[in-house]
């Protein structure tokens, strides 16, 4: 090594082997919603590859919703087959063409490979094949550069990088626990308290046991099904009556049919409000329920509904709980499963406190306002997902919700008129 060479590399020590320096768009997550903004972004500036850095902690692409998907066993998705990462949106139909069988009824919903086996071939065709970076990113700071705006991503376990404009894209809140489990008085096995975002049906032996699942999600159906199949026996708990839905939203919601009123509305907690009514908790589809219905008629599910659990007990190797509701015949349970969902609230977003300083916004219900292009106040940070919702509707957190949000963030981040704010 010459003595100029030895000098740059004491001057700027090397980053992490594929961790660049300086990126002009950081994308943070490489979930289906990153992966559908990329696509947008590509689609309208194709030469524009090199200046996209995606971040994940996994270093893949869709690392979380594989492990999610088969964790849960789950056979299809809830969305159809026009909702994918795709700016194409026939591009899954006709890459399921000679595949009809993997295409569920109503709608088309499309089979979990079948959806994985696309998003792969989606990866390769934009040729996004090794372009996640993997990197655990643990704060976003907001600086000043010679009076330019940029950000420092931080990255565990190596030096930060820098980006112009970032795009968070890095899916849901944590885990939404029920106030009962912080006071559960005695210490329990953590195998046998879990939320569903835990749980991995693949490795669990079920023979016998008897297992009380709260939620009255789709979450909850997936759990219920996959444990009886393992031999052991359901309560499905729900503080409401479990009821049935096709998706998580009505379709009006994907459309001017809702969205143009929605985002007429000009108090912002009117439309939290219209968010709350459109998803309204927890459905499950008409198939699962069916499912259920009968494992019901079989004796291996009980559903309680309107019932809410106050205290649970770990005692002697079982659980006991006590609800809301007077109950019968309560068996003591072998595990507790939680599938209550998230808690999505931006200002505890662990990446933002430095920037929630920096650039002051209002929020409603833990939802922030951004302007129209899902831009963070006055800076050149977008969102993506759930924080999204005031903006984006009830669907920000889905598949489609990712293709909304780019079709706001791609003219902001291509033509240099919409890049700045006023
Ligand atoms: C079981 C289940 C089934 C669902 N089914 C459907 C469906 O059928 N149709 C539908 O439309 N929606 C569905 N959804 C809702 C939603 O589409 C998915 O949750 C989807 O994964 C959201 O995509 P995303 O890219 O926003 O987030 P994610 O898929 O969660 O991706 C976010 C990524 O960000 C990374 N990340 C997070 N924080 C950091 C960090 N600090 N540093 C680096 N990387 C980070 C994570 O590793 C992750 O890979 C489902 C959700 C669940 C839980």
């Known amino acids: 090594m010459n003595l100029v060479t030895l000098l740059l590399v004491l001057s700027f020590p090397p980053t992490g082997e594929s961790i660049p320096r300086t990126v002009d ?34 270093g893949t692409w ?24 795709d700016p194409n949106p026939y591009a899954l139909r006709a890459f399921a063409a000679n595949r009809p069988s993997e295409l569920f009824p109503p709608y088309d ?10 998003c792969q071939d989606v990866i390769e065709r934009w040729g996004l094949g090794d372009g996640v970076i993997q990197a655990n990113i643990t704060d976003l700071e907001p600086i000043e550069i010679e009076g330019h705006d940029r950000f420092r991503l931080h990255i565990q376990g190596h030096p930060p990088s820098l980006a112009r404009r970032v795009i968070l894209a890095s ?16 210490s329990y096995p953590p195998e046998r308290l879990q939320h569903s975002s835990q749980i ?10 008897e297992i009380l699942i709260v939620g009255s999600g789709l979450t909850s159906g997936h759990l219920a099904l996959g444990a009886v199949r393992r031999g052991a026996r ?38 939290w409000q219209m968010i709350q009514e459109a998803r309204n908790g927890g459905s499950v589809t008409p198939k699962v329920l069916f499912k259920l219905r009968r494992l019901e008629r079989e004796g291996k599910v009980q559903f309680l509904e309107n019932c809410q659990i106050t205290r649970a007990t770990w005692n002697q190797g079982l659980w006991d709980v006590d609800c809301n509701q007077p109950q019968g015949s309560l068996p003591r349970f072998h595990r507790l499963w939680l599938a209550t969902g998230t808690d999505f609230d931006i200002r505890k977003h662990p990446l933002l406190h430095q920037v929630q300083w920096r650039y002051p916004v209002e929020t409603v ?37 990712g293709k909304l949000a780019s079709q706001r963030i791609v003219p902001a981040l291509t033509k240099s008129s919409l890049g700045r704010v006023a």
């Open 171 to 186: 899916g849901g809140g944590p885990p939404r626990l029920p106030d009962w489990v912080a006071e559960i008085p005695s």
């Open 365 to 401: 219900g833990g939802l922030p306002q951004l302007d129209d292009h899902l831009r963070w106040g006055t800076s050149q940070l977008f969102l993506m997902g759930p924080g999204t919702a005031l903006q984006v509707g009830p669907v920000a957190r889905n598949i489609y919700g």
């Open 200 to 209: 991995d049906l693949r490795i669990r032996h079920l023979g016998g046991e």
């Open 234 to 271: 359901v309560t499905l708990m729900a503080r409401r009556q479990f009821y049935e839905k096709l998706f998580d939203a009505d379709p009006g919601w994907l459309g001017p049919k809702y969205l143009k009123g929605f985002q007429a509305e000009p108090d912002w907690g009117r439309r």
């Open 25 to 58: 768009i950081a994308i943070i997550g490489a979930g289906p919603q990153a992966l559908t903004l990329v696509t947008h972004v590509l689609q309208k500036k194709r030469s524009w590859g090199d200046r996209l850095g995606v971040f994940d902690r996994a």
């Open 62 to 85: 869709m690392a979380q919703w594989k492990q999610q998907f088969a964790a849960l066993e789950i056979p299809h998705l809830r969305s159809p087959a026009v909702h994918h990462p």
């Open 109 to 118: 919903l499309p089979g979990t490979e079948l959806f994985q086996e696309f």
